[in-house]
């Protein structure tokens, strides 16, 4: 079983809340999670998906918001005070994604994927840092993608919101180390989910092997939270190109440069999120 903060001699279960908890990767998160004990804070838009997976899972705190709204972390951290007045593990999951190219979507996309897929993590963590410290030692995993790492045509507004967040949770894991709080990070390939339903590549019988699934994720999720590694790429091999990024990115950018097919299908409001 999952074992949060605690005082000396007592073992409570977790307390963790995850976003974009209404499918994909957080729905998977939020099953896993419950599947080992703890008690599960589900966070996204859509709240009767919400309420119908925490029946399912025996019971949640289900808090439907967008997390782009100007005060829902402050709302979200009111909830998690009242309702479980300590906070183990928090999973910045929630995110969309929108395909273009600059020349046609300008400072407006970019805006729209930072907003959601930056922003938003940063100020919820915020919000709730102090609960995380006082609940310590805890954890915070931030979802962030391969393409935080390697950049591909038609995505580079998602890739900018995923390369600040992979950054800034590199810096935050080493300014809360001291206070016990241990900051990982999650880095997924393609992604078959809901929201990023990688048409194009399942539809071919080599292409779809490139994709994985939420479960897996999930796992990597606990990994890289309550089982302190600092960061997991999903699946592993994806590692071969940031490895290849770093060493040779002529290459790298002759591959990835044209987009197409490798960029991700993805709707407006997708809640979850794909490499």
Do not use: C
Not at 213 to 227: F, H, L, M
Not at 255 to 262: E, I
Request: glycine share 12%; hydrophobic share 45%.
């Amino acid at each position: 079983m999952l074992r949060g903060g605690s005082a000396a001699g007592t073992f409570p279960a977790m307390i963790a809340l995850v976003t974009g908890a209404s499918s994909g990767i957080g729905e998977a998160t939020a099953r896993r999670l419950a599947a080992d004990g703890a008690k599960l804070i589900l966070v996204a838009r859509r709240e009767q998906r919400l309420r119908a997976l925490a029946d399912e899972l025996g019971g949640a705190t289900v808090i439907a918001i967008d997390l782009t709204e100007e005060d829902a972390p402050a709302r979200i951290a009111e909830v998690v005070e009242r309702e479980h007045g300590r906070l183990d593990l928090l999973v910045n999951n929630a995110g969309a994604a929108w395909r273009g190219r600059f020349a046609e979507g300008g400072w407006a996309d970019v805006k729209r994927h930072m907003e959601i897929n930056f922003d938003a993590v940063v100020r919820l963590t915020e919000a709730l840092l102090p609960i995380l410290r006082r609940s310590a030692p805890s954890s915070i995993v931030n979802v962030s993608s391969v393409a935080g790492r390697v950049a591909r045509g038609n995505s580079g507004s998602y890739s900018a919101a995923k390369f600040a967040l992979a950054g800034w949770t590199e810096a935050l894991h080493a300014e809360e180390r001291p206070h016990g709080v241990h900051v990982g990070l999650v880095l997924p390939g393609f992604v078959q989910t809901e929201g990023f339903p990688q048409r194009e590549l399942v539809s071919h019988p080599l292409a779809r092997r490139i994709v994985s699934r939420p479960e897996k994720v999930a796992e990597a999720i606990i990994q890289a939270g309550p089982g302190g590694k600092p960061e997991r790429i999903v699946p592993r091999y994806y590692g071969i190109a940031v490895i290849a990024k770093a060493i040779a990115p002529w290459l790298v950018r002759r591959l990835t440069g044209g987009g197409g097919a490798m960029t991700p299908t993805t709707r407006p409001d997708a809640e979850d999120r794909g490499g």
